[in-house]
């Protein structure tokens, strides 16, 4: 079993340790042998000297290739010209699986590097996008657990859609038909009547015919639905949890390769709430032409984040802009609903509102939709039995990775992006 990891050894200088990994990078210089070897840790380099090692050793090392696995033993020394200020002097080297000629090269092209997924996950850059993603899980559970939240497992195969039926992907279920989850959203919102305050972290699928740089067609998506809050109430709720979940990422070392600060991602609350009416006037300004009652577009989005810094709400969206089981304003003509907006082009990361809670007003607006209620009658029944005030919000975890990795692409945030264009490997 292995021990001992790239991390760990700043501690053991002018010890003696046994390291396993993979070959990152192999030259010679001088009659010397450096192998720089990588493991989930970090890389570090092996110096192989000729007189230091047997000669069954040196012959492996000059033999390895990328992306061997091999075992290394020798002492830690500080040394400067080393890429990471440290190396090993090399007294054993042992070849456990000898790599055939890795196939990536220096510069090679994006969609094939797509299409060898499971080889290029091993790089660096995607090691720490990876870390990442587990980081602000990781906020969002302290954040969770720290403030009394229940985690759920909901479905994932369903009967009636969340999020309308132009993104549903449909599948044969026993000869009747059932869809893969949008949202765990009309789920949760049944969970609250035992458990109160409630979150899932599910994927999601999109059937999603736009090809941007945002879309998935699976993401993973962290839902929180809670009785007894309203439409502000959730937006505090949306920016405490957002914030854990930067500040978990802001300890790690990983942010600068992305060209991020540390103190980037500390987030100072209460974020900025801006009304649609007001989001629509700066859009517009941006000479984009776009009517009061469309729903943000990854244009509109892109035009009115590029003049913020921190992530900021949109709220209050009219009622032709979004969903059913959203509670309506006073004013009849908007939701009491919520967007949370990443900054500088990024766009939507949380949508979020409080829900309808009396029947015949949900009822009134499914059939203004033309929602066919059959398949929510269940749905219908929290009306029916103790209704509350309640509200809730959905958090796609790879948009909120984009924006703090500033990653180009969504796909990048994923381990196996699945996008219209791509289901393999
Ligand atoms: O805004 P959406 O569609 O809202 C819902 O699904 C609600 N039912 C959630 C809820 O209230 N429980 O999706 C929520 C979030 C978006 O803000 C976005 O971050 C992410 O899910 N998302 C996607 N991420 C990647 N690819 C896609 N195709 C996405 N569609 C939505
Ligand atoms: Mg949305």
Known sequence: MKTLYIEDINDRIDEEVE???WVYRQREHGGVLFVVLRDSTGIIQISIHKNNIDLNSFNNAQKVTIESSIR???KVVEDSRAPTGIEIKCSEFETINLAEEFPIQEGAGKEFLLDIRHLSLRSLKLTEIMKNKELIMRGARRYLQENNWHEVFPPIITSAACEGGTTLFSMDYYGKEAYLSQSAQLYLETAIFPLEK???LTPSFRAEKSRTRRHLSEYQHLELEAAWMDAKDIMKVEEELVASMCKEVSEYNGLEKFGRKK??????LPLQRIK???ALQIIQKKGIAIEWGSDLGYEEEKALTNEFEEPF??????????VFYMKQNPDGKTYACADLLAPKGFGEIIGGSQREDDLQALETRMELDGVDKTPYQWYLDMRRYGSVIHSGFGLGIERLLMWICDLEHIRDACLYPRTMSRVEP
Not at 263 to 268: K, P, R, S, V, Y
Request: no cysteine; glycine share 8%; charged share 30%.
């Open 72 to 74: 290394v033993k020798g």
């Open 313 to 322: 709400f949109v709220y209050d969206y009219p009622i032709e802009a979004k």
């Open 19 to 21: 390291l396993f990994g």
């Open 276 to 278: 649609y009416d007001e």
């Open 263 to 268: 103190e980037d991602m500390i987030l100072d």
């Open 198 to 200: 409630v979150y899932s």
